[in-house]
């Protein structure tokens, strides 16, 4: 056989061809290689090509990618913290370096389109190596390049398809499964796509990136699965390693006015605090250096027993933008909470901290102070009284009154709660004593002990009614039962002349219901909104200053009371177990977790008779009917 001559095209071709099959395997870590070769990220705000130093937390998840021992990675992180990105420069060192099937997958095909267009287009003709290997824009090739897909010059083929549809989750053989803001795919698609990586055995990688969801939503679980690794810093005073929290972030409280927050001067004053006592300034000084590997940045795993080949990694806005900014997010997020709209707090948590949302007891707790009195004293001058079948605080010379002092009690299996409330005619109240009970007749002694009239005394009539409405009847006291209907309509009768006007009323409680329990005894029995009523606490509780209105006054034992593990007793914690919340189109409070709510109930009670004495609340008077 006569060897090619030098310069023969046969020779130039066989050389190609053999060069090409023989392509050195690039060692670099992904990151590296991304700084070497990305020119620009257009759609940063870092002008430039890609620098790792600016994130120096998206590195070790770039890295798992490239580990042959890694089959899933798990990415939880704050929104503008580079989650998405790290998985943007993947796939260009993905089709460079080890191309194969690959399916991006965004919520819709609205969404991948943009993806598509947008970003992943114009990041890829920043690298040279991918900007050789994409469709030329015109001739044959120009088909290959759509707005959903992509078939790479070096044969690779990869669709930016939406995970909605079911359709896009199948019939497709992948090696690279990338799912983008798993928090809004539809439940149960996540393992669909996972199953479309089995044909590539081993070589199968799935690398999903996030922001927080809910609790124990697909996205929760799968980052579960994993090793669980947390972006960490190092305290240069003490040494310790730890991951950036929320709980380490304060401002002054000074910043705290009568109006309200002054959120310049909560970002003024808003630093990270180390346990050591060391405290770091709001810059970007100070994060540049705190996230630093040099320094002592790390990722530590949280969850060190999970399977090797699924790795996890977090962090959230605290290590990538202003404290300061995030104080102020946090603390208008939880005024709007405290008023029913909790959206932008849940937007908080699962955006900016990266946290799967659940309530917390401080987001919607009210600030209090005690009063200055101490639990059980029931002498106050400005407590009311009904006298003369008007209320009023009572004189020297008055006879023996009907003291606004009321007694409510929440009804369990085995025991009950009880809460004693004394009123004032302006709407002020004052909480004397709260406890438990374990017989009806401890809460007769209780009433006697705090000199509470029976007809003041109001027992949950929601468990165990029967056996309620029979003491009510034996005692004279009146059964109370929480209701979703927001008002009843009460039809009042007025004399005019020599006629009568029907005057019709709309009121957070119902007109009483007898009950008969057997001859000559009879329960009292009220409906009470649970919403409106539970509405008019919130409201009324906001107050414990004189000159502003009607004061909510608590004794200063409650601020010292500890919460029993047995008995969940402290009073506090059971007045913050609710928060108002929508469900569907309706407004609702609603127990947050399990948190005891039992004083809370009791608290709700008490409200229901101040509504009934006319001592809080406004009533609507639609047309009255003549009769």
């Not at 992943?120 to 991918?130: G, H, N, S």
């Not at 002092?405 to 299996?413: A, G, I, L, S």
């Not at 009123?423 to 009433?447: H, I, M, N, Y």
């Not at 009539?461 to 029967?466: D, H, I, M, V």
């Amino acid at each position: 056989m006569k060897l090619a001559e030098e310069n023969d095209p046969t020779t130039d071709l066989l050389d190609e061809i053999l060069r090409s099959g023989h392509v050195i395997t690039d060692r670099r870590p992904p990151w590296q290689w991304c700084e070497d070769h990305i020119e620009s990220i257009p759609y940063s705000p870092v002008p430039g090509g890609f620098q790792s130093v600016n994130s120096p937390w998206i590195r070790e998840p770039l890295e798992a990618l490239a580990d042959p021992a890694v089959s899933l990675v798990s990415i939880i992180a704050a929104i503008q913290a580079g989650k998405t990105m790290t998985a943007e420069l993947g796939s260009c060192w993905i089709a460079a370096n080890a191309p194969g099937p690959m399916l991006w997958l965004d919520q819709t095909d609205a969404d991948a389109k943009d993806q598509m267009e947008n970003r992943l287009q114009v990041l890829w003709k920043q690298c040279a190596p991918i900007r050789e290997i994409l469709p030329r824009q015109q001739g044959t090739e120009r088909h290959k390049l759509k707005r959903n897909s992509v078939s790479f010059l070096n044969g690779m083929t990869g669709w930016v398809l939406g995970a909605h549809s079911k359709t896009n989750l199948q019939r497709r053989s992948i090696r690279w499964l990338i799912g983008d803001e798993t928090w809004r795919w539809p439940t149960g698609h996540m393992a669909e796509a996972e199953a479309r990586v089995t044909a590539f055995g081993w070589l199968g990688k799935r690398f999903f990136v996030s922001q927080a969801g809910e609790v124990d939503d697909d996205t929760d679980r799968k980052f579960k699965s994993t090793d669980q690794r947390e972006w960490c810093w190092r305290c240069p005073s003490c040494g310790t390693t730890q991951p950036w929290k929320w709980d380490n972030i304060e401002w002054s409280k000074d910043a705290l006015g009568e109006d309200g927050w002054d959120y310049e001067r909560v970002r003024e004053t808003t630093e990270m605090l180390c346990e050591c006592g060391a405290r770091f300034q709001d810059t970007d000084r100070s994060r540049r250096e705190l996230n630093d590997p040099r320094n002592g940045a790390r990722y530590v795993a949280q969850n060190p027993g999970a399977a090797k080949s699924n790795v996890g990694f977090h962090w959230n806005g605290l290590c990538a933008g202003s404290w300061g900014n995030l104080a102020e997010i946090y603390l208008r997020a939880k005024a709007s909470a405290r008023v029913g709209d909790i959206e932008q707090l849940k937007i908080f948590w699962q955006k900016r901290l990266a946290l799967p949302f659940t309530e917390y007891t401080e987001d919607f707790s009210i600030k209090l102070s005690d009063s200055g009195y101490p639990r059980g004293e029931i002498t106050w001058e400005r407590e009311g009284a009904i006298i003369g079948g008007k209320i009023r605080i009572p004189e020297e010379d008055d006879e023996p009154p009907v003291r606004l002092r009321v007694m409510t009690v929440d009804v369990q299996m085995d025991h009950f709660w009880w809460l004693i409330t004394q009123w004032s005619p302006d709407g002020s109240s004052r909480r004397v004593d709260w406890g438990t009970a374990q017989t009806w007749e401890e809460l007769q002694q209780t009433q006697e002990k705090y000199g509470v009239s029976s007809s003041l005394v109001g027992i949950d009539a929601g468990f165990n009614s029967y056996e309620v409405y029979q003491r009510c009847a034996e005692h004279g006291w009146v059964a109370l039962m929480g209701d979703r209907k927001q008002t009843w309509t009460h039809r009042l009768k007025q004399r005019l002349g020599v006629g009568v006007r029907i005057k019709s009323l709309e009121r957070f409680y119902s007109p009483k219901r007898s009950i008969n329990i057997a001859a000559g005894k009879t329960a009292h029995m009220f409906y009470w909104s649970n919403l409106n009523i539970k509405d008019g606490l919130a409201r009324i509780r906001r107050n414990q200053d004189p000159a502003r209105g009607p004061t909510w006054e608590v004794p200063t034992d409650a601020f010292a009371e500890v919460e029993n593990d047995e008995k969940k007793i402290a009073y506090l914690s059971q007045l913050e177990a609710e928060m108002r919340m929508k469900d569907g189109d309706r407004w609702q409070w609603t127990r947050i977790q399990k948190r005891p709510n039992h004083l809370l109930d009791c608290e709700a009670m008490a409200t229901v008779f101040a509504f009934m004495l006319k001592i809080l609340g406004r009533e609507t008077e639609p047309e009255a009917a003549v009769d």
